[in-house]
């Protein structure tokens, strides 16, 4: 696991519990997973989040058995397993956490970067239907294109920094967007910015450049 960094917008409560409960799209389980291997907080609040949940099912009622299953659970214990194979361990990245690194198949070095205009790229990252998510370069100081949201955006900065009106997010940081906020962030100067964004909805763009280019950047 990366080590921890000092981050200012962690994600909600309600988001760790729906993540604890395994009710979020795969997508956003990915960008929550990522946020909470940077933030020493977010990481204790879904271990007490845990705890909790864990105590309510040792109060809950018990459920019968289906006929034979505990003699089914013990063949399958006695039964002879595969061998392990050896992993190589994974390189140490600064940029991807560790969540991260198994969608990608290692580092930054290993993504495979499409263009998307104004030096900024994308690349989309396979899960499952319900939402989609992508990692974003974009260039210091480079305006992303003013737009609002159909659904639930959520993006965590994994290098540089983004400005957002008046808040600035950093390494390890999280946005979570709705359909209240219309916002056009820019990467901060000094280093280049790149992002998980997870998405369940087609963002609105105000331009029509982006809004023709939407059907091919699958945004």
Same mark, same amino acid.
């Given at each position: ?6 981050v200012?917008h ?14 979020l ?9 990522s946020?909470?291997?940077l ?12 705890a909790?949940g ?21 063949? %399958? *214990? ?56 992508? %990692? ?6 480079c ?8 659904g ?5 900065v ?15 940081? *999280?946005?979570?967007?709705d ?9 901060? %100067? ?20 982006p809004?023709?280019a939407?059907?091919?950047?699958? *945004?």
């Amino acid at each position: 696991m990366n080590s921890m960094t000092q981050v200012h917008h962690q994600v909600g409560d309600e988001i760790l519990t729906d993540y604890a409960a395994g009710n979020l799209a795969e997508a956003f389980n990915l960008v929550v997973a990522s946020h909470v291997s940077l933030c020493r907080d977010a990481r204790h609040r879904l271990e007490q989040i845990e705890a909790v949940g864990g105590a309510i099912l040792d109060q809950g009622h018990g459920f019968a058995m289906a006929p034979g299953s505990l003699e089914a659970t013990l063949a %399958l *214990i006695a039964s002879p397993q595969p061998e392990e194979t050896s992993v190589a361990p994974s390189r140490r990245c600064s940029v991807l956490p560790a969540p991260l690194q198994d969608y990608v198949g290692g580092c930054i070095d290993e993504v495979a970067w499409r263009p998307v205009g104004m030096g900024v790229k994308q690349a989309i990252l396979p899960t499952s239907p319900e939402a989609s998510v992508r %990692l974003l370069y974009i260039p210091a100081g480079c305006k992303m294109p003013d737009h609002g949201h159909r659904g639930v955006e959520m993006t965590l900065v994994l290098q540089g920094a983004f400005l957002d009106g008046d808040d600035r997010f950093a390494r390890g940081d *999280i946005e979570v967007a709705d359909a209240d906020l219309t916002h056009t962030p820019v990467a901060d %100067l000094g280093e280049d910015c790149i992002c998980l964004a997870a998405t369940d909805a087609p963002l609105k763009f105000s331009g029509l450049m982006p809004r023709l280019a939407q059907p091919f950047l699958k *945004i």
